[in-house]
Every structure is written in C-alpha cells, then in structure tokens.
C-alpha cells in the first residue's frame, strides 16, 4: 500500500523478500524492536522494519502536521498489509474519488491548473456512484471535455484533514480517450484555472510545480501502455 502525505510517498509492505533484497538501497534502516524512532530525525530513503499500526499512524499524524523536509520515502516493513489496510479504513474516515488520465488523438495529455499547480482531474463520489462513473463525469465536469473510459490504471491514497480531523482518500484513476473537447472549458468554481493538453516534455515540465502523487499515475499510466 502506498500513501501519500503532505506530498510524502509512504510504502507499507509484507514482502520480505524486498525488504531483504533491497534493504542497501536505503540511506538508512531502524528496527522498532531495538531502536526508538525519532520521526524529525529522519533524512533520505528510510525503511522502517519489524513495525506496528500504532507506529505508522502516529507516523502519519506526525507528517501531517509537520512535512519532514529532508525525507525522501520512506517504507514500513508489517507482518501482514491487508490487515493494516483493515484497520487504517477502520481508524480513519475514507473518501471515495475517482479521476482520469486523458489521451487525446496526438496522444497527448489533458493537465489541468488548479490551485497553482497541474493536476489531473478527479473528484468525489456520489453516494452509490461507481467509481468508472466517477471518473467519467468528473472529467466531463471540470474539463468540459467527452471521453470514453478504459482500463483502470492504478488506486492513490492520500491523507489531509478535513473540518479539523484526518481523513483518507482514495482516488481510483482510469486510462481515457477523448471524444470531443470543444466545449473545453476550466470549471472554475472548482479553482480550476487553465487546462492544457501536453506531450511528454511539457508533462516533465510541469510535474516540477505538481504532486507527488500525479507524477505516480502518469508512470503506473505509462507503464499499463506497455504492457
């Protein structure tokens, strides 16, 4: 399971063998079982071994509150991640979302401006809303634009607070086709200032001012188009 917080990719795995396999790959390992981890203290790549829900919640929190500026992504090795997974959709409230990465007929990339920085479009569910009709409607919603939904590419989950409490977001994302985009337009009640459609080079550009969690769909994206 990855998550996102303040901005920050954080990884949280079962698999042993990657963990043993790639453990030189980080600049720095902590066992909880003989080590007392100091949250601030962290730099670089970390793995985080022999860990508990407790530590990654309270690590959570930690970030949330105070975006660990020298820290690279950091991952939490657990016995078992479907049960921590369990237990984080438990312990905090989950948002449904669903949002899509737009291929027009050049093979270029719908981006969208909001807030500052490009994004992708996306949004909440309706109650009882499926999550392929998320996507489609709140693409055609804050892009003016009609388009056929595919394959989905991959799930983000993403933490912020909301009225005061944390809460968990889970945003389902789906390979698109465009079907008309003249009535394109940026839904701007929704802040939404610019849409753009973008080739390879100008989506590098552009991630430089984005999220770290769109820079992941557009590579898992890239990635399903090999395949």
Known sequence: MLIFVNNKAISITDNTHFVKDYS??????????????????????????????????NFIKFAQANKPQNLGHLT????????????????????KAA????ENHEGKILMMKRLGFWDLPKGKAD???????TAEREVEEECGVTVIVNDKICTTWHTYMLKGKL??????????????????????????????????????????NSYNSIAYVLKKSELKMLV
């Open 24 to 57: 030189k790959n980080f600049d720095f390992v902590y066992d909880v079982k003989t080590e007392i981890i100091e949250f601030k203290e962290m730099s670089g790549n970390v793995l985080v071994k022999n860990t508990n829900f407790s530590n990654i919640l």
């Open 76 to 95: 939490f090795e657990v016995k078992n991640e479907e049960l921590f997974k369990l237990k984080i959709k438990d312990k905090l409230q989950v948002i």
């Open 99 to 102: 949002g899509g990465v737009v």
């Open 127 to 133: 109650p009882n809303e499926k999550s392929k009709k």
């Open 167 to 208: 809460v968990l977001k889970q945003t389902k994302w789906y390979a698109m086709k465009l079907i008309s985009d003249k009535n394109m337009k940026p839904q701007v009640e929704e802040d939404i200032e610019e849409l753009r459609w973008m080739d390879t080079d100008e989506v590098e550009v552009a991630l430089q």
